[in-house]
């Protein structure tokens, strides 16, 4: 199974995905992208950080299963980490926006869209925690998507770390997929 993590800026999607990584029979697509890195992540485990010319080279080559443009910055999931999942025995997981869920169900008929649907209050609260400015916050809650109609499942992300890691455990373990 392919399970897609989405919601909007501040709800835990990168978190979640990372503690799913954690899991025997995981696998987490690392996607691409032109934003600053943030304190904690690292290079090549929770994205691959890019300057906007090299991930533009890498577009133009074909590299992306598919891209998006979102708060001035690129995002991408390359198609070499669909090859590497689909050829492994294992679960994949991938934080991808309501494009990337488009376009990857549309290609994956193994996808379930989990949706971490949060209250506005929770959102600011975590974006500011992770040292976003004002106007970054600002511009992201109105960009915030509704992934309603895509998703297989909701979850609500104003719940603590634990609470929602353990409702995405209880979903995968009714569908994922055996060794």
């Excluded at 890691?165 to 994922?176: A, F, G, L, R, W």
């Amino acid at each position: 199974m392919i399970y897609l993590i989405v919601g909007a800026s501040g709800t835990g999607k990168t978190t979640q995905a990372n503690l799913l990584r954690k899991k025997d029979n995981f696998f987490k697509i690392i996607t691409y992208t032109t934003r600053k890195k943030r304190e904690g992540e690292v290079n090549g485990l929770d994205y691959h950080f890019l300057s906007v010319p090299e991930f533009l080279k890498l577009k133009k080559q074909d590299f992306f299963l598919e891209t998006t443009h979102y708060s001035n910055n690129y995002y991408g999931t390359p198609k070499a980490e669909f090859k590497k999942y689909i050829d492994s025995e294992n679960n994949a997981v991938v934080v991808v926006d309501l494009n990337g869920v488009k376009k990857i169900k549309s290609e994956f008929k193994n996808a379930i869209c989990i949706y971490l649907k949060s209250n506005v209050d929770t959102m600011v609260e975590r974006m500011k925690e992770r040292g976003d400015s004002s106007e970054k916050i600002e511009e992201r809650i109105k960009a915030a998507q509704d992934f309603s109609s895509y998703a297989d499942f909701i979850i609500d992300a104003s719940k603590s770390v634990e609470d929602i890691s353990k409702e995405i455990d209880d979903i995968v373990n009714k569908t994922q997929k055996k060794k």
